[in-house]
């Protein structure tokens, strides 16, 4: 087991069994999204957590690559208030949002459970889909959609990283 | 020790030991960090791993935050490659390399080092700073840098999530 397993074991899951997922599991996984830093701490990520599955089926019809949402036992909206992200930016709002989603994923995996990250932002029809769903007032931007379910595939543990990405300034 | 305590322990570190980080451990941050999921899996991250420390300096000078940046022993800058990103759009970009810089911190954390994450974009004299620095082309877009070392400083792990953020729809 290499020290960085945890992270290189996290994989997108789209296929569950059928098991809920339990109330306190789910507020573990939120306690370590909002772990993530933010810009100036300001914290502007907000989370829908939906269970209702007709509710997760009429999300699904906005997102392309999430046709098995209905199939999660949960699906967790993350949103940013514009509002409170620092300076009002939105480029600091994506940026924490998408801290905190990465640590909802790791937990997620570190807990023995599957998820996929749906991408909304910036799609313009993903999140009028989203924000009518949810009846959002202007200042709260849906970022992404995350089922989560216990895994009925278990693809191996992956390092994809390239060295040409990587300059050695030395 | 908590199943997710791997998330709750990272905490932003600005005091560092003079002890060297070696090459192999920056590469193995670099492949947790590249292992995170990007939109379309087109990883457009690209990192640029810094150890002198008159390039530090010279970074450090146009960061209000990072005036500690040069006491630490390696810095790594985060861009993204804009042509690279799906669709070409700076929101999938900056998701992508803020879930990647949140891999990096945590495989930080989990390695027994410290880090700080330093906010550059949207800022854009920082980013204007960071690409004359390193003459860097026109796709290639500084979004944060990471100062990291072994930590001089040990603060408590900690859960500041708000339940007020979360809604739940049922």
């Not at 397993?5 to 296929?15: A, L, N, P, T, V």
């Not at 810009?39 to 906005?62: M, Y």
Request: glycine share 6%.
């Amino acid at each position: 087991m290499n020290n960085l397993d945890f992270i290189f074991q996290r994989r997108s899951i789209r296929k569950y069994t059928g098991e809920a997922v339990d109330k306190k599991t789910i507020e573990q996984l939120l306690s370590a999204a909002m772990s993530a830093p933010s810009a100036c701490a300001k914290d502007p990520w907000r989370f829908i957590v939906v269970h209702n599955k007709e509710t997760l089926q009429k999300i699904s019809e906005g997102l392309p690559n999430g046709k098995f949402l209905p199939d999660a036992p949960v699906g967790i909206v993350i949103c940013g208030d514009i509002e409170s992200a620092h300076a009002n930016e939105l480029s600091y709002m994506l940026q924490d949002c998408s801290a905190a989603i990465e640590n909802l994923l790791l937990a997620v995996t570190a807990l023995g459970l599957g998820a996929c990250w749906l991408g909304v932002h910036p799609r313009e029809d993903r999140v009028k889909h989203i924000k009518t769903i949810f009846k959002l007032p202007e200042n709260i931007i849906p970022v992404g959609v995350i089922a989560i379910g216990y895994p009925a595939e278990t693809p191996a543990p992956r390092q994809r990283g390239k060295a040409e990405y990587i300059t050695w300034h030395d």
